[in-house]
């Protein structure tokens, strides 16, 4: 059964920023494209960024520059480091992985706030 395993949400200040990390228990399963998604309160879920298992990454448009995602295969974890938070930032944040399913993870909350 693969389980995600999210860690590294907190509460920072505006500038600020954390790295978030998402660890896989999958055997030796690597998936095809890793992910962070977002949703804050009375929002739908969004995709903040994506990486494939060949390192081609995607990004939204707000965190452009700021955010950067990287994976390490051999471990089975995608990492997401945010710079430059901002209050619009706080969400709680999920990984998700993909191979022919999907797999969420049970989410880590980011609150940026002074």
């Known amino acids: 059964q693969v389980r995600l395993v999210e860690s590294g949400g907190g509460l920072v200040q505006p500038g600020g920023s954390l790295r978030l990390s998402c660890a896989a228990s999958?055997?030796?399963?690597?998936?095809?494209?890793m992910a962070w998604y977002r949703q804050a309160p009375g929002k739908p879920r969004e995709l903040v960024a994506s990486?494939?298992?060949?390192?081609?990454?995607n990004y939204a448009d707000s965190v452009k520059g700021r955010f950067t995602i990287s994976r390490d295969n051999a471990k089975n974890t995608v990492y997401l480091q945010m710079n430059s938070l901002k209050p619009d930032d706080t969400a709680v944040y999920y990984c998700?992985?993909?191979?022919?399913?999907?797999?969420w993870g049970q989410g880590t909350q980011v609150t940026v706030s002074s």
């Open positions: 990486i494939t298992v060949g390192g081609s990454t």
């Open positions: 999958a055997g030796a399963v690597v998936f095809t494209s």
């Open positions: 998700n992985a993909r191979k022919i399913l999907q797999y």
